[in-house]
């Protein structure tokens, strides 16, 4: 099995990324099809979908055998679960399953056909092994249980950006930084109010620190 596209998106890493597809809509990434597959033909009917399915792979997470049991950061990193009640990248076969919004199809371009999509929850330069439409009728569960990862409706924080800062990070991406900050990007065991965190973003280094249920952002610069 081999990647037919790589996303490209504004992650160089891990940290600050979503924890689910979807919960930060304004976030943009691309997907971009490896050479042999960038046919319009493959692609041929797509644009009648408004969400996709990405079958992609932990990357990051490559190593040798496998736990039975991982430890989820939302239940604070001291539960062990099975690996397979869990969506955790630390699996016999570290594949991830992510739905977009297909925002568009460029057609033309010196890349062939891209796929433009919306709420991505992807590292930069992950491998995506397959694509396939989301079907209502079918992918659609409204009755289905959670078991012990219900939604994180309390989990929102209060961004503040000092103006300086903000205007410091492109318009086009200031939705996109606020919401991935609203979502609270520290690890669930780490609560500390005197720590800066800091992660990558379209090109810089946001530093932020949390207090009070406020979110704080302390520096934005360009990356190193």
């Known amino acids: 099995m081999k990647p037919i596209a790589h996303i490209r998106s504004d992650f160089p890493a891990k940290f600050g990324i979503p924890r689910q597809a979807g919960l930060v809509a304004e ?8 050479p042999e597959f960038r046919n319009p033909e493959a692609l ?10 990405l079958i992609w792979e932990f990357s990051q997470n490559r190593r040798e055998g ?10 604070g990193g001291n539960v062990r679960i099975g690996v397979f009640a869990t969506r955790s990248p630390f699996r ?21 056909p891209v796929l433009r999509v919306l709420g ?13 439409p989301y079907v209502p009728y079918a992918d659609c569960r409204p009755e289905a249980t959670q078991g ?25 991406h200031r939705a996109a930084l606020q919401g991935v900050l609203a979502q609270d990007p520290r690890p669930a065991y780490q609560r500390d ?22 979110l704080r952002v302390e520096e934005v610069r360009p990356e190193h």
């Open 27 to 34: 976030l943009k990434a691309q997907v971009v099809f490896e």
């Open 44 to 53: 041929r009917g797509i644009d009648g979908f408004s969400h996709l399915w």
């Open 66 to 75: 496998w736990s039975p049991t991982v430890r989820p950061p939302r239940l």
């Open 92 to 112: 016999p076969n570290p594949i991830g399953l992510s739905c977009v919004q297909l925002d568009r199809v460029e057609w033309d371009g010196p890349q062939g």
């Open 120 to 132: 991505a929850d992807l590292m930069d330069g992950t491998p995506i092994y397959d694509i396939k």
């Open 148 to 172: 012990f990862a219900p939604p994180d409706t309390n989990r929102r924080l209060e961004v503040e950006i000092p103006e300086e800062l903000l205007n410091r990070v492109p318009e086009t």
């Open 193 to 214: 109010p005197e720590r800066i965190y800091g992660f990558g973003f379209a090109g810089l280094e946001v530093r932020f620190s949390v207090q009070d249920g406020v």
